[in-house]
């Protein structure tokens, strides 16, 4: 793509405004370089703007800030054998399926991603590789390895710590591979079947003692919790993002225990929840639409087997205490593929009955917040990484409209045009 001039003109019929909660009609976005120049009504071009830039005109399109996705894990399969798969291939293929994966996010118009667990050989080089121009991927935000205790959720990403002073040398040892987050096990999860679900894999104070590290070293902290017990945890410890934060009681019998005041000092202390529906509700659609099987129900929650509804109902009332969600599929789960990250803002408009533009604004500016990068992406805004993803139709209507980007711009550069990939 060295034909790429350094100014570019990207011209829709709607242009998403700075704070990415309405249109601005007719309008165009100008490109220097690798960052946004400026937004300006299409009238307003100088009349021989073709002579000193690349003019797109993309027509009847709704133009976004690219999507920043929370939560994926770049060599997962995303079929419903993915822990099988993650278990038992060698790293090249792992790595094979990353590289794919990553091409297939950055097109669908996902062009930031955080990966939350992924094997460190797998994920530094092939961000090392995207970072280079060697392959096309998202802007990467990356855990490497989650850490976990023996035999413990996603064991076999590599990184097995069990005491406090072994889980910090493991956050010492993701930082020198080059983390920008670390990601913990706070409970066990349904993908790995030696690790419980219902409990605590880490004290409240062994997680302190991870946050206090990564704090140290400048790096996010984010932590898995399925069960009640394990929200409390992370609440204590002050892990900055709560990924999953579903209320599981210990009891294998329990349903879920919901705890108000761990939710009131979760909201008062900012911390944000990645509540992964998007993927539940693919999970429901593919098992209607397509009548593939629904990924297995875990031993230690298949005593008492809760529907989503149960779980919508309590985030709800997370939302209501003022706690604030990512946008975060779970990217390479059963059924999460990599190129729908939009299926969070179905799920937010559809399952929890937000606006669409709030659906949008968490796609986009608000988990760019979350995952500390609300300083250069996740606005169409001057002196922002150009990072552009547009999209047939109305979204702001019609929520299903975001799905495959037609036209995506990475920093500047056209990675796909009117539904034509160029890289
Ligand atoms: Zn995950």
New binding site residues.
Partial sequence: MSSQSDRKVFIATRVANENVDGWLKDHAVVVDGEKIDSIVPKGQLPSDVADTSDVFDLGDVSLLPGLVDA???MHCSATVDAQALALTEDVQRLTMRAVTAMRKAVLAGTTTIRD??AMNEVSFPVRAAVESGAIPGPRMLLAGTPITITAGH?WFFGTQADTTAEVISAVRNQVRLGANVIKMMATG?M?TPTANPRKPQYSAETLKAAVQEAERSGVQIVA?TLAADGVQNCVEAGIHNL??ARWYDQDPDGELDYRPDVVKQMADQGQWVDP?IGHHLLGVQTRDDEGLPAAPVHWAVSNKVIGDEAHVELMMKMLDAGVRFTS?L?M??PHATHDMSAANAWSYVEWLGWSPWKAIHTATAATAEAVRVGDIVGQIKPGMFADLAAFTGDPAQNIRDLRIASTVVQSGRVLKLNDRDLV
């Fill in positions: 939560h994926c894990h939350l667990g996603c999860g993908f898995h990924i999953h992964t975060g779970d390479g789960m």
